[in-house]
């Protein structure tokens, strides 16, 4: 199957790499679809693939038992499988798994690390995505320790809408307190509260974001930061 030319990629990540980089890349990239609730990557086990989103976005969520709460997101900005592969880890702890389905290419780790011994361009590239994966992940931890359910919320509605086509996202109650951390209820309550206030509007299964800039109003400087980084370090390099 015909590999993709660098100019019709639509992952912001591999668009954002010099020509001769995407092309050492390039002969390795496979296509693939990602399924809802699909798990890519499992918990301790080796990571030997990584995936280039097109579309889609997938949770980066901490496992104890039955119980996952999101700690991360990465749709058609990054890749799948950043962190533990730059860092030269066989394996993580988290699991990943398909929040929106979607498509994207994948790439085997044994390609990805040849090319990054090849190029310190491109591994300098890798490791400021990797930063700004980690502020994400720092940023959660402080809206998870110091924000309202509604702010949370708020934030990761941003960062989706970030990540999708429109303005409709495919997100159910029980994702949502999955990657807040919270039942149901909290969400369905919190829900409730940002469309009464005219920043959302909620359908079955879908939430219409209405006013980015309420919801933007809302996250006591949780939003923006990561991105900014990555406009900053990867689009602005």
Not at 30 to 49: G, N
Not at 100 to 113: H, K, V
Not at 133 to 162: F, G, K, N
């Amino acid at each position: 199957m015909p590999r993709p030319p660098h100019s019709t990629v639509r992952n912001r990540l591999l668009r954002a790499m010099a020509p001769e980089d995407f092309a050492r890349l390039q002969p390795h990239l496979d296509p693939l679809s990602l399924q809802l609730r699909e798990v890519v990557i499992a918990p301790d086990a080796p990571v030997e693939e990584l995936f280039f989103l097109e579309s889609g976005m997938v949770s980066i969520s901490t496992a104890h038992d039955e119980r996952r709460v999101e700690v991360g997101l990465v749709g058609s900005e990054g890749l799948v499988g950043a962190v533990p592969v730059a860092l030269d880890c066989l394996t993580t702890p988290q699991v990943y798994f398909v929040q929106l389905s979607g498509e994207g290419w994948s790439i085997g780790r044994g390609a990805l690390c040849a090319a990054l011994d090849e190029s310190p361009a491109l591994r300098r590239l890798l490791l400021r995505y990797v930063h700004t994966l980690i502020v994400q992940i720092t940023q959660t931890a402080y809206a998870h320790a110091s924000l309202s359910l509604e702010s949370r919320l708020a934030r990761w509605l941003l960062m989706c809408h970030d990540r999708t086509e429109g303005d409709e996202l495919v997100l159910t109650h029980e994702f949502l307190s999955m990657m807040l951390g919270v039942q149901r209820a909290g969400v369905t309550l919190a829900i409730q509260n940002l469309e009464g206030a005219g920043r959302i509007r909620a359908k079955r299964r879908r939430i219409e974001v209405l006013d980015r800039a309420k919801l933007l109003a809302l996250t006591n400087g949780s939003y923006g930061t990561p991105e900014g980084e990555y406009a900053r370090l990867i689009e602005g390099a």
